[in-house]
């Protein structure tokens, strides 16, 4: 049995569909962990020297860059996703069609994980940075 050559088309193409699942979880991950890091461990120390500052930007300001930064990796991973899946909707040439499943599960995937980092813009609006409760 010969081993088949792999193209560089469908490296390419394996490579975006698994951006198209992974990179939405991983995005979040990353903006949950910036987030906390950045409000509670760094600018909001009890020894900080300009709390509630980071690099003298306010911390509700770089969480929202964090935040607006996320929500756009999100949406270019759902982009990838539904441009895998519309090509692969004609011919389909993995076993069982993994392919195109893999592009629908990009697609879920991502629109769950943009609600949640959408839902992440709201949390400045109500709380405050640096609040804490005695």
């Known amino acids: 049995m010969e081993p088949q050559a792999i193209t560089r088309a469908e490296t390419r193409g394996s490579f975006l569909l698994w951006y198209g ?17 950045l409000d509670e461990s760094v600018a909001c120390t009890p ?6 500052m980071f690099l003298n930007v306010s911390v509700g300001t770089v969480v929202q860059i964090i935040n607006g930064v996320a929500a756009v990796l999100t949406l ?3 982009f990838v996703s539904y441009r895998c899946y519309r090509r692969l909707q004609v011919s389909d040439k993995t076993v ?7 592009a629908m599960a990009g697609l879920f995937n ?25």
């Open 21 to 37: 699942v992974l990179a939405p979880p991983i995005v979040w991950a990353a903006q949950l962990l910036l987030d906390f890091g």
């Open 47 to 52: 020894g900080a020297r300009l709390s509630g």
């Open 76 to 78: 270019l991973a759902i």
């Open 96 to 102: 069982a069609n993994r392919a195109r499943w893999m």
């Open 110 to 134: 991502g629109a769950i994980f943009f609600l949640i980092t959408i839902m992440k813009f709201a949390v400045p609006a109500f709380l405050s940075p640096c609040a804490h409760s005695l």
